[in-house]
């Protein structure tokens, strides 16, 4: 009897066609009422990167020349914690809570839940970060605490915003008109429902004396660019790459796969940032070995996009947003796997409490968040205005920020680690000091280019705003 030889497509090539039609058909319809929104949140990130890297900046100039501007409002330890704050809550959560809750309905086939939950939390989290700049820049604070310095009342705002995004998005996806949750969506929820939990940990006081200040700040910190930027960051990406491209994503089942192993690994490295501090030991090496896994969900995620992108050459120069998510995936990769590095004990003894660091930080949350959020933006915003910007103004915003970073890391790399050898070598501090000087100044040179080009983005974000409110209403019967 003849072998009968029927092909069945495998589950996970039709969950590839299914996400493939989806894509291409809710592109297709927009509603200008979540247009506009989405276009508030933007408008408020921008502004808030250009507030916040202007304070950057200064602080980058008061390194070389530390009388610059020597007023108490503008001193170092104040305009550090406005400089870190503002872009972290001002500018990259708001751009990432706007893109999502374009990316959130759209992924689950349907409308969002609520325009006007949106809106309330918008606006009580531009309360959050406004009443934070300006109590920072009066000196009143949470203490040294990094990146929660605003007072706890304002932690209430941030964590009510927080909520309303949760229930927006938690019913979003309950109405949705698929069997499958999409992968974007997964990390998406799972990120506003994990920064919940954060912002309570953080803020709870009882257990936060000596070293258990120090372990929760290690745990706050690292959750803080690991359970909410990146995840969400990641989500969007899960969402916008297939969609800009109109091609499924390479492997599912690699999102699948980064999704859990982040949140396994993840959640208990926040101790590396401790090394050789008086915590546990033990606690110290299990963040370290975790560091190290960590390198299961970055490579899954960065090889995924990556190759979700192979053979775009030709389609790279012509688009506003591909050459952004690719800096964008790239720096996923490399600058994560420089921060696994970093947590060695042979390699920490070194860069740690040295410029290294920032410089790592900027790779991570420039590199790779803010890059992805543009590459979304630039994306995005033309398709659903139906205006696009002006072509050599986002060609120089991406040189300027590309350049600008790379200048910005390459010099703290190198200068970082010039101080950490001078320190292990016992030499005065003074000598570091002076050996740090010109790099300092290649920083300063750095992040002007990226202050520039962020107004440059601004300017380009104007020329995507959506049609006036009342051309949006006569069009839309939908709850303003
Ligand atoms: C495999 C992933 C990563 C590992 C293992 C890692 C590791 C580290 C380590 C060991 C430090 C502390 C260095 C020290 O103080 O001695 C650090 C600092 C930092 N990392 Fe990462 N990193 C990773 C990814 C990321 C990502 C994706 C982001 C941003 C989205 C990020 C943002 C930061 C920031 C902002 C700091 C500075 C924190 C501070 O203020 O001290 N890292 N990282
Ligand atoms: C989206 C843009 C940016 C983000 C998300 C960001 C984020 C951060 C973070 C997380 C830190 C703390 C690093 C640490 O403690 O290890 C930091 C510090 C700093 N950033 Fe930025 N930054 C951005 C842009 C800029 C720009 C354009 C400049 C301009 C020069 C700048 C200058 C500085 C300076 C001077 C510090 C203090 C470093 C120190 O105390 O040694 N940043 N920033």
């Known amino acids: 009897m003849a072998r009968q030889t029927v092909r069945r497509a495998p589950e996970a090539d039709l969950y ?10 809710t592109s297709a319809r927009e509603d200008p009422v979540l247009t506009r929104i989405l276009f508030q ?7 808030w990167l250009v507030v916040g890297t202007l304070a950057g900046g200064i602080v980058a100039l008061k390194f070389r020349f530390p009388d610059f501007l020597d007023l108490p409002f503008l001193s170092f330890g104040r305009l550090r914690a406005i400089h870190t704050n503002t872009v972290f809550w001002g500018w990259t959560s708001l751009a990432m809570m706007g893109l999502a809750l374009y990316a959130v309905p759209r992924a689950s ?16 989290w531009n309360v959050m970060v406004l009443m934070g ?15 929660r310095e605003y007072v706890w009342p304002l932690a209430l705002l941030f964590a009510a915003s927080l909520l309303l995004h949760v229930i927006n998005f938690y019913n979003t996806i309950a109405r949705r008109k698929m069997k499958e949750i999409y992968i974007s969506n997964w990390y998406i929820l799972s990120a506003f429902l994990w920064t919940l939990v954060l912002a309570t940990i953080a803020y709870l006081p009882w257990y936060q004396r000596g070293l258990g200040q120090t372990i929760i700040q290690g745990y706050y910190m690292h959750q803080g660019v ?14 916008f790459l297939p969609l800009f491209l109109n091609r499924p994503i390479y492997s599912y089942a690699l999102g699948v796969l980064g999704f859990w192993t982040q949140l396994v690994f993840y959640t208990i490295i926040g101790t590396h940032h401790f090394i050789f ?5 033990l606690l110290q090496t299990i963040a370290i070995v975790f560091s190290v896994g960590m390198m299961v969900p970055v490579w899954a995620g960065t090889g995924n996009f990556l190759l979700t992108m192979k053979g775009i050459g030709g389609l790279i120069r012509r688009s506003y947003s591909l050459p952004f998510i690719l800096v964008g995936v790239i720096s996923y990769g490399l600058a994560s796997t420089q921060g696994t590095l970093e947590a060695f004990r042979t390699a920490n003894l070194t860069w740690h409490f040295t410029n290294f660091t920032v410089g790592h930080a900027h790779f991570t949350m420039y590199g ?3 890059f992805l959020i543009w590459g979304g933006i630039y994306g995005l915003l033309p398709r659903l205005t139906g205006k696009e910007p002006p072509v050599k103004a986002v060609g120089v915003h991406f040189w300027m920020s590309t350049v600008g970073m790379a200048i910005y890391v390459a010099s703290l790399s190198v200068g970082g680690t010039l101080q950490g050898l001078l320190w292990s070598a016992q030499k005065p501090f003074l000598e570091s000091v002076v050996a740090m000087a010109p790099h300092w100044l290649w920083r300063a040179v750095g992040g002007m280019l990226m202050i520039l080009g962020h107004l440059v983005f601004a300017y380009n974000l104007y ?3 959506p049609a006036a409110r009342s051309t949006v209403e006569a069009r839309s019967g939908r709850e303003q």
């Open 368 to 370: 790779f968040v803010a």
């Open 226 to 239: 690991g359970m909410w930027f990146t995840p969400t960051v990641v989500g969007l990406t899960y969402y």
């Open 133 to 147: 700049t300006l109590a920072l820049a009066s000196g009143i604070n949470n203490g040294n605490q990094e990146y």
């Open 463 to 465: 020329h995507m705003r």
């Open 41 to 47: 949140y933007l408008g408020w990130a921008a502004f």
């Open 109 to 124: 086939k349907t409308e969002l839940y609520s325009v006007k939950l949106a809106k309330i939390a918008l606006w009580l």
């Open 277 to 281: 501090s008086p915590i546990p030991w």
């Open 16 to 25: 590839k066609q299914s996400v493939a039609r989806l894509i291409t058909e």
